[in-house]
């Protein structure tokens, strides 16, 4: 049976998962988790009561996570792009970059975007600061480690290079990268390079204007 992807394109880590299917060709079907298809939104609604999304479901198994959903496609849809490292000392190497990612860009990227779309009077301004110190951070840290890598974890595109590229991508509009990062922002132009990237990116295009904080008018 078709994996079925419970999913929306402009969601980042919706993307995560995208892009590995994409580097391995990995054929999936849409579960476009929209208003206009309150079928899917339903089921996944049933099936992940904390409502986060990507969720893959497999033979009727759901894989939640998309750093799981990443390693459940390299253990069962092996493709040409092995984005986990069968050495597991190279392995781990990964998977902190993809934690860094999701923890430390991510998180405080998020914080500071659905802080922007709570109702008057129940912001959270202290928390945001926060995170934008966070992202700061997360920024110089990532700098100094990028300085003598190509991907995130070395010399190969892996899984944490997965979620890097959207997590960057909106980061920089919801707090901009500083051009003297510039090893930051040699990577997140590497990324947007990649083809599976692109084609992530390019299919949420349209979405674009319905991103709070967005910059709608840039990559
Ligand atoms: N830990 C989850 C996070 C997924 C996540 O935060 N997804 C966002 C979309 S990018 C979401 O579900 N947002 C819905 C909401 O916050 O209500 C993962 O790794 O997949």
Not at 24 to 53: C, H, Y
Not at 111 to 122: C, L, M, N, Q, Y
Not at 202 to 217: K, M, Q, S, T, W
Request: proline share 9%; glycine share 6%; aromatic share 10%.
């Amino acid at each position: 049976m078709a994996l079925q992807l419970y999913a929306h394109p402009f969601s980042s880590y919706s993307q995560k998962v995208l892009i590995a299917l994409y580097e391995n060709g990995t054929p999936f079907e849409w579960r476009l988790l929209s208003p206009d298809q309150p079928e899917a939104i339903q089921t996944w609604l049933a099936m992940w009561p904390v409502k986060r999304f990507p969720v893959l479901v497999e033979d009727g198994h759901m894989v939640t996570e998309a750093s799981t959903i990443i390693e459940h496609l390299g253990l069962h849809h092996p493709g040409p792009v092995r984005l986990l490292p069968e050495d597991p000392r190279e392995a781990l190497e990964v998977r902190a970059m993809d934690r860094f990612f999701d923890n430390y860009i991510a998180t405080p990227q998020q914080k500071v975007v659905f802080d922007a779309i709570r109702p008057e009077g129940t912001r959270d301004a202290y928390g945001v600061k926060e995170a934008r110190d966070m992202l700061d951070a997360a920024y110089g840290w990532l700098d100094r480690t990028m300085a003598g890598r190509e991907w995130a974890a070395g010399d190969r595109f892996t899984l944490a290079d997965c979620g890097a590229a959207p997590f960057l991508f909106y980061a920089d509009w919801t707090h901009p990268i500083d051009p003297a990062v510039a090893h930051v922002v040699a990577y997140r132009q590497r990324l947007l390079a990649r083809p599976s990237v692109a084609r992530a990116v390019d299919e949420a295009r349209p979405y674009r204007p319905l991103v709070p904080l967005g910059a709608p008018d840039r990559d």
